[in-house]
């Protein structure tokens, strides 16, 4: 299982960024893949995660109603699209999954495979 984060970079506040998490070595179509962030001097934080079976998602309430995680299994790719950033997104963004892992209405758990994180700036 191997998973690589990209897509980040600086944007304004207010701005839009869409993270991809690409899944190699694996069939992407049986896993729950969860985003998680972490910022410097504070803990990892789930910010949202989808299943595998039928597509329903978790949003931390930081993130719901400006963030939003999809798959496409053919491009063994999921994304998360980013709206309305504010400076407290500030953060190295991961993505990660694992042959158990389910998520669920707290978040994705069970044990898990991490990729590397791509940061995201925002700031004026």
């Known amino acids: 299982v191997q998973l690589q984060a990209s897509g980040g970079g600086l944007v304004q506040p207010g701005g839009s960024l869409r993270l991809s998490c690409a899944a190699t070595?694996?069939?992407?179509?049986?896993?729950?893949i969860g985003w998680f962030r972490q910022a410097p001097g504070k803990e990892r934080e789930g910010v949202s995660c989808?299943?595998?079976?039928?597509?329903?998602?978790y949003y931390a309430r930081s993130v719901k109603g400006r963030f939003t995680i999809s798959r496409d299994n053919a491009k063994k790719t999921v994304y998360l699209q980013m709206n309305s950033l504010k400076p407290e997104d500030t953060a190295v963004y991961y993505c990660?999954?694992?042959?158990?892992?389910?998520?669920?209405?707290?978040?994705?758990?069970?044990?898990?495979?991490w990729g590397q994180g791509t940061q995201v700036t925002v700031s004026s």
């Open positions: 989808i299943s595998s079976s039928d597509g329903s998602t």
């Open positions: 070595g694996f069939t992407l179509d049986y896993y729950a």
């Open positions: 990660a999954t694992g042959p158990q892992a389910v998520c669920g209405s707290s978040g994705i758990y069970g044990p898990m495979s």
